[in-house]
């Protein structure tokens, strides 16, 4: 059965739990460390981004620490569920991973720049996990906005595959994928900023401490 496996298994359409038209909850308004909104539509000159590396708390505050990012939300994306809920994702029968949403301005920080960060912020040859979190919610993933951030992340990862490689680490399971038609699904109000809020709270967050190569990966044009 599914429920005996679903931290091993991603569930096919048929098998993911069907969510609901709407969300249960609202986001609140403004990011608690940026003061910018959290939800689009945002100002024309910035672009989006969105990450899997684990567990989102710690993974939204590598991002909101770094120059040039706008904002920053967490959610849900990569599965089939609508507006599902952080319970159902956590069973494995949503097929979504737990993602970090980063809007930034391109003018004070690349792509390639975020894209250095996610690799070296988390294992990407883990697969469905994370450290000591286990399960299909916490598998490293980019989704892009452009064919342009596609190829860019693809390239990234082909030459830090290298230097994983040359460092003992296996092959990098990352999914690199479209975010469209991957509806990205913002997480409860009390997941958002979380580590801001609890500042004690848990960071799951840990890199190789390989360094990802910077200059291989075409510049976003």
């Known amino acids: 059965m599914i429920f005996g496996r679903h931290k091993s298994h991603l ?38 981004a969105d990450f899997g590396l684990g567990c989102f708390w710690g993974a939204e505050r590598k991002f909101w620490q770094t120059e040039g990012v706008w904002t920053t939300l967490v959610g849900y994306q990569g599965g089939h569920t609508e507006h599902p809920t952080y319970e159902e994702v956590c069973s494995g029968l949503t097929g979504h991973t737990e993602a970090v949403r980063v809007v930034f301005d391109p003018a004070k920080v690349s792509y390639e720049a975020l894209l250095k960060l996610f690799w070296e912020s988390h294992d990407p040859t883990q697969g469905f996990r994370q ?80 360094s990802c190569p910077v200059g291989v990966a075409p510049a976003e044009g």
């Open 11 to 48: 569930p096919t359409p048929d098998e993911a739990l069907p969510g609901r038209p709407a969300p249960t909850y609202a986001v609140e308004d403004r990011h608690t460390v940026l003061g910018n909104a959290l939800l689009g539509p945002y100002p024309e000159h910035l672009e989006t």
């Open 131 to 210: 450290g000591n979190d286990v399960g299909t919610q916490y598998r490293s993933a980019v989704y892009t906005h452009s064919p342009s951030q596609q190829s860019t992340a693809e390239a990234s990862r082909d030459a830090y595959q290298k230097v994983l490689a040359n460092s003992g680490y296996g092959e990098i399971t990352t999914e690199i994928l479209p975010a469209a038609p991957r509806t990205f699904y913002p997480a409860e109000p009390y997941h958002q900023q979380y580590l801001d809020k609890n500042p004690s709270g848990y960071c799951g967050i840990g890199g190789t401490g390989v």
